[in-house]
């Protein structure tokens, strides 16, 4: 068993290509003005819409290490900073990703941040003051972020519950960006470029997510995110039809309950034939 192995994590250079982000406002000033002033920053908009895509694009293009960490219902504080753990005979301490970020600089990457256990919170607090200090009672030790360190975190606020809200105590330690999803025009030339599927043949598919993310909060727990009519413009352009692609990659993906699937498929069929 990997240790840390709770937490899913990339980390290392940043890569040479900066990976394709399409801008809607400020958020890339703002991003790069936060991490010059040394402010963490708190993302939050709807599931698919980006904002992974996002960071991954302001750390190769501020040339940042990229640490990131996919938050769960089990994920510790532990799973984070680091434990000790045995190594041929010995106890020995393996730093978490977010000790590592804080050693090395880089950013810090946290994806819905609600998801993970409630003492996560607690080791980020001084982290996200004046302090920039990462304290590992295990180890004795006090960590100082250096300069090129930065905190990014994320969450869906439509999508949690009253037991899984972030608090507004920790909240009101972040510069905060909403997202939300592209303009049709701009989602579909971003489905063109990851896809590569003609954007005549795209166009459909955005002018149906619009459709399908309406329906949330009545029929549907989320919408289709931009993530999914990507997969669904990459089955098409493979070869599948589009009912064949849709079916998969934009209905299937939404619910489980029969009488809604098929009432996504007339959407669908009303849509893009």
């Known amino acids: 068993m990997k240790p840390f192995a709770n937490a899913t994590e990339s980390a290392g250079a940043a890569a040479t290509a900066v990976p394709h982000y399409t801008a809607t406002g400020n958020?890339?000033?703002?991003?790069?003005?936060?991490?010059r002033r040394r402010l963490p920053l708190l993302l939050k908009g709807p599931t698919g819409c980006g904002k992974t895509r996002f960071v991954a694009h302001m750390a190769a293009r501020l040339g940042l290490?990229?640490?990131?960490?996919?938050?769960?219902?089990?994920l510790s504080a532990a799973d984070l900073t680091g434990r000790h753990l045995l190594k041929g005979g010995d106890t020995v301490w393996c730093?978490?990703?977010?000790t590592r970020a804080v050693r090395e600089g880089g950013i810090c990457y946290l994806d819905e941040i609600v998801e993970a256990r409630k003492d996560v919170a607690v080791v980020l607090h001084p982290l996200t003051d004046d302090r920039r200090i990462l304290p590992l009672e295990r180890t004795?030790?006090?960590?100082?972020?250096?300069?090129?360190?930065?905190?990014?975190v994320s969450y869906n606020p439509g999508y949690q519950s009253l037991l899984k809200a972030l608090k507004p105590s920790t909240r009101q330690r972040f510069v905060a960006i909403e997202f939300d999803f592209?303009?049709?025009?701009?989602?579909a030339a971003v489905v063109t470029a990851e896809s590569g599927l003609p954007i005549e043949r795209v166009r459909p598919l955005v002018a149906l997510a619009a459709r399908l993310r309406a329906l949330k909060g009545h029929d549907l727990e989320e919408g289709v995110s931009t993530r999914l009519v990507v997969y669904c413009a990459n089955l098409i352009a493979a070869g599948l039809t589009m009912r064949e692609a849709v079916l998969a990659a934009m209905i299937e993906p939404l619910t489980d309950e029969p009488d809604v699937r098929a009432a996504l498929i007339e959407v669908a069929k009303a849509v893009v034939g």
């Open 27 to 35: 958020e890339c000033a703002l991003f790069e003005h936060a991490w």
């Open 65 to 74: 290490p990229l640490h990131t960490v996919a938050c769960h219902d089990d």
């Open 182 to 187: 592209l303009p049709a025009d701009q989602e």
């Open 140 to 152: 004795g030790e006090e960590l100082s972020a250096p300069p090129g360190f930065m905190l990014v």
């Open 95 to 98: 730093d978490g990703p977010l």
